[in-house]
């Protein structure tokens, strides 16, 4: 007998367990709208051109294979604030971001976690209902208490203003509040520039420390600086700010696990001691982080042609996206004849929409259609193709009545 026999079986991620069940299915009609991946009108993976450039230029260059420094390549560390603060905020002017290189968007996050768990162990972190699923587990594995806030308002599709602010209040002062910069997955509901305002009203009331998760810059609007405008809202009031970066989405660079955590502090002083801090907790974890898709982002922006041609394919996408979006909402008013009011589809932002199907539902468009989704709804435009639009439509349609 195995000394792991006490070992139970985990249950398949609630993600990345729809695409193994779409691999296992035969049918030609079938169509993965589950992981949050881009895929192009043919629904092939799409490698950004930019980033096949700069890859040749870097083996033409011969870069060699030494360890990074626990804090990551220092190249991408600037680009990756500047991208995210405006290279000329006063925030980099005075040195006072604490920049560390994470495994992507994931690792970052638990990074972050990891640091408030040590420093604010009585802290609370507060996430949206509904929130990408990992929340969860990044603030429960580094044993960060969390409590959700009201988000997303079935009956309109829509925010909850009104209850996110009322439990953004009612949580104890100096909680840890975790804001979706743009694109919130899995609502794809943002809130306004005004609504923005309020939420960092009640935060500095409340002494709270918002926490951003921008796993979506320029993929959203197409603008990687309209993508920011949330957080930059949060830093003209000179707040002290955390921010989880990742270049899985707008650069495409999934598997390199490329991104960083930021952490905006009132001195400089207080920066360089929470960096040392960051790599204290990095070290026993991981080290050191992996180089490539740093050297990948630091090339691409530092070179302005690069960069214009990076912002070029950005555009393509986010657009693409736009577009099915537009021929799914058109194809859902064409054929339903229930008179159901289909209009959240085009006020939603991002990769994802939030149909609204309920679990039931959701396993009828898998059994019946073939479609692949998570359970609570959501589909990824960014794994449909304009020809798939009215089969889709058809889908929802029946699974809705
Ligand atoms: N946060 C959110 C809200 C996300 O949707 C994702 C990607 N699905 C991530 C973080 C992190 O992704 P990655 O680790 O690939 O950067």
Redo the contacts with the bound molecule.
Sequence with gaps: TSRFEGVTMAPPDPILGVSDAFRADTNDLKLNLGV?AYRTEELQPYVLKVVKKVENLMLEKGDNKEYLPIEGLAAFNKATAELMFGADSPVIREGRVATVQGL????S?RLAAAFIQRYFPDAKALISSPT?GNHKNIFNDARVFFSEYRYYDPKTVGLDFDGMIADIKAAPDGSFVLL?GCAH?PTGIDPTREQWEKIADVIQEKNHIPFF?V?YQGFASGSLDEDAASVRLFIERGMEILVAQ?Y?KNLGL?AERI?AINVVCSSSDAATRVKSQLKRLARPMYSNPPVHGARIVANVVGDPTLFSEWKEEMQLMAGRIKGVRQKLFDSLLEKDKSGKDWSFILRQIGMFSYTGLNKAQSDNMTNKWHVYMTKDGRISLAGLSLAKCEYLADAIIDSFH
């Design positions: 949050g992507s968007g994931t690792g996050l990408w979706h997955n998760d796993a990742s899985s999934y991104g």
